[in-house]
């Protein structure tokens, strides 16, 4: 084979050959791609969601230069885990299952499998990105429901234990202002939202829409951020329809749930 010949068979053999650093700048962007989506959908303040998944599973991108939320990220035992791929990630949580531990975080928002035992039909299900995003942006909405306040909610979203909640809060108010700075949104706009008249409810007990006020106190001026019940309504029905139809395909395949 001619020199011509050989560089011509071996560059077309570079074009069609997939780059692994392709593929691995896919699995870098899929978490953000899917927190937007939820954000829009479930109604949730611009970036929040993508704070808490950088605060939960960020990971170093050093072609990108940026912190980026890694949706085979593994949590146990004190260890984060970035696995190469969604396999190797099952099979890092079924190795720790098999040695009896249950404190489990996965996924691009670390949902912890122990805390929600029924947020996944298997670890498939969990280490999908769009239904691991999906449950979270739900959650978030429940602690927005049972609070009244976005950054108290993104600090339940990891402990109500005031003693861990409390510096979770503090860095993911410090990621969500970097976060929403780099798009344009000025951060005192994000501060305003952790001023609320709204008292701090135990989980379990139910936020109404409006709090009683007397007539002479002065009305809140209108959150741009706040949603209406019906968009809340709505977030949850969309959540749970996924969750129910993923539950039934699983179903449906293997004729019985399964914890993975």
Request: aromatic fraction near 6%; charge should be neutral; charged fraction near 20%.
């Amino acid at each position: 084979m001619s020199p011509l010949r050989f560089i011509a068979v071996l560059t077309a053999i570079l074009l069609l050959w997939p780059a692994k650093s392709a593929l691995a700048q896919d699995d870098a962007l899929v978490c953000a791609a899917e927190v937007d989506r939820q954000e829009k959908l479930q109604a949730i303040p611009e970036r929040l969601l993508h704070a808490i998944s950088l605060v939960e599973s960020g990971r170093w991108d050093a072609d990108r230069k940026a912190n980026l939320a890694w949706p085979w990220t593994v949590m146990a035992e004190g260890e984060g885990r970035f696995l190469p791929s969604k396999q190797a990630a099952i099979a890092e949580v079924q190795k720790l299952r098999a040695r009896g531990v249950r404190n489990i975080d996965v996924g691009c928002m670390q949902v912890n499998l122990l805390a929600h035992p029924d947020a996944f039909a298997t670890l498939d299900e969990a280490f999908d990105p769009r239904s691991n995003v999906a449950y979270a942006a739900h959650f978030l909405n429940e602690l927005h429901d049972q609070t009244g306040n976005w950054p108290q909610a993104g600090a339940f979203y990891h402990s109500q234990t005031p003693e861990l909640a409390a510096p979770y809060k503090a860095k993911l108010m410090a990621v969500w202002n970097a976060a929403a700075h780099g798009q344009g949104l000025p951060p005192v706009q994000l501060a305003a939202l952790d001023e609320t008249l709204a008292p701090r409810l135990p989980l379990g007990v139910s936020f109404p829409m409006t709090m009683p006020r007397a007539a002479a106190e002065p009305a809140a001026k209108p959150d741009p951020l706040a949603r209406s019940e019906q968009e809340r309504i709505a977030a949850r029905r969309a959540a749970e329809a996924y969750r129910q139809a993923k539950l039934e395909e699983y179903r449906q395949k293997h004729g019985a749930t399964a914890g993975g």
